[in-house]
């Protein structure tokens, strides 16, 4: 019993200080021949110093032909494991976990939200890079993206904000995303909008006098054609009953109190079509 206690804590010490012991970051040779995959694996955690952990099932019945030679253990792991359907990922700088490669597509959800207050995000952008798939968070900033290829890349939009790349881990059967978007202020070039004041009405000879300048009748806004009567209404004072009416009202005075002369001819009625439409050509 004694020499069973002892070997026991032999053997724990020794693994206490393998442990410890620094990675060791390139070997000088291996060399395997027909080896059992599992135990080229074991041999390889020992000489690099790094844990190396993975399902039993995984490695069996699988062996390796390879020769290691002055390389990091990410290098000798990838011969090791060339033309098998096993991937590796480095969790620590001394824990290397190996995984199954998954082929078939997954299902990616998640949530955009906002870097700096941590509210979620609406209806922001998601595209599967390198093609013309995509989708967009709903009103509570949640996404989801069905059939995802493997170790693919999404790009992450929001008007404001920069944009976000995130890659896709393929261990991962149905992934659960949450991307921190930044806010990002948008700067532009100046624009400069310049254009010349064009005079429609110019002031006359005569005192209280306005002159229309019928050239600039396109330029006004107008309902069923060009209308004299009713480009009045753009000077101050002048307003009509409704909008469908050419009659006119100045300064608050009553449209019988207007006096209206067509080339000296006094005009008594400026409608027609119960004051729809105007009885002065305009042309």
Known sequence: MKHILFFIIGLSFTTHLIAQFPRQEQVNSI?????????????????YQVDILYSDDLLKDKRVNCEIRDMSVEQALNIMLKNTDIAFREESSTQIILYPKRNQNIDVYGWIIDASSGETLPYANIILEGSSRGTSSNSEGRFALLDVPPSSTLMADYIGYKSSQIYIDNTDLSPVLYVTLTPQNLESDPVIVQDEN???????????????????FDQ????????????????????????SSTVLNIRGGLPSENLVTLDGITLYHTDHAFGILSAVPTS
């Open 220 to 243: 006004l806004p107008v309902i069923a054609g060009r209308d004299m009567i009713r480009a009045l209404t753009y000077l101050p004072g002048v307003d009509q009953r409704s909008n």
């Open 31 to 47: 060399k395997m021949h027909d080896t059992d995959l599992k135990t080229a694996i074991e041999k390889l955690g020992q000489l």
């Open 198 to 216: 064009q005079d429609i009405f110019s002031i006359g000879k005569n005192s209280g006098q306005m002159s229309l300048n019928s050239r600039q």
